[in-house]
């Protein structure tokens, strides 16, 4: 049995670059700011490229929610083995309810067999919008996945929790949220970042979508937390305790 993987990904400020809020405190100043695909989407992107290889599966698409510069992201997965991508095109960033909305739209016009997407973005750090499409869809979900394996009509998932590692099957359809430690995302090879600019790419405005996709939060400030002060070394466990209970006052 072959089947259909939709892949998620997201444009996000790259994780090596210095983040600043704006002068008035509105938002993130991305600016001049490096962009680059979300982390945990490069290692969604990798193991379904890794599925493929292995003969389970027959096609990946790869969608995105974002600007018209999302289309470098997704032109970064294609050279990585992706077969096609569509963008759902916003200026408007959006929360994760409303990003489920529209990949809820794009799955049930694609009809996928597997969802596979990073468990979170390093910019929101949400951690929900897996959970609520795989609840908006009705299908089983498996999160935090550390391994995979791609079985007939279902799939194994170990996980990472709290007590160590759990393995779950799941009947396909199914999402899946990927894990630092699933895989290493491989680097793309020239021959293929040309030929990923010839492959397929669908834009659809968010407009033809049909969900409500208005803000259910407002953000009042955004600001760098405070300096934290450089710590002291003591000479014995008595003066430790001494300080605990004078300076930070944690010791009755």
Known sequence: ???????????????????????????????????????????????????????????????????????????????????????????????????????????????????????????????????????????PQGTFASELLLLDDCIDVTREVDSGLQTLRLKLPALITTDLRLNVPRYAALPNIMKAKRKPLQIIPIVDMGVDVSPRTQCIKVELPKQRQSGVKVSSVQELVEKLKAEAKVIL
């Open 1 to 139: 049995m072959t089947i259909k993987v939709l892949v998620t990904v997201k444009r996000t400020i790259d994780y090596n670059f210095k983040v600043r809020p704006l002068a008035d405190g509105s938002g993130v100043d991305i600016g001049n700011a490096k962009m680059s695909m979300n982390p945990f989407c490069e290692i969604a992107v990798e193991e379904a490229v890794r599925l493929k290889e292995k003969g389970g599966v027959d096609e990946i698409i790869v969608v995105s929610v974002g600007a018209k510069e999302s289309q470098e992201q997704i032109r970064a997965a294609l050279a990585l083995g992706a077969d096609r991508g569509i963008l759902i095109e916003t200026d408007t960033p959006l929360e994760p309810l409303a990003l489920a909305k529209c990949l809820k739209v794009v799955a049930e016009n694609e009809q996928p067999q597997l969802i596979i997407s990073g468990k979170q973005s390093i910019d929101g750090d949400n951690n929900q919008t897996g959970q609520m499409l795989a609840a908006l869809l009705g299908w």
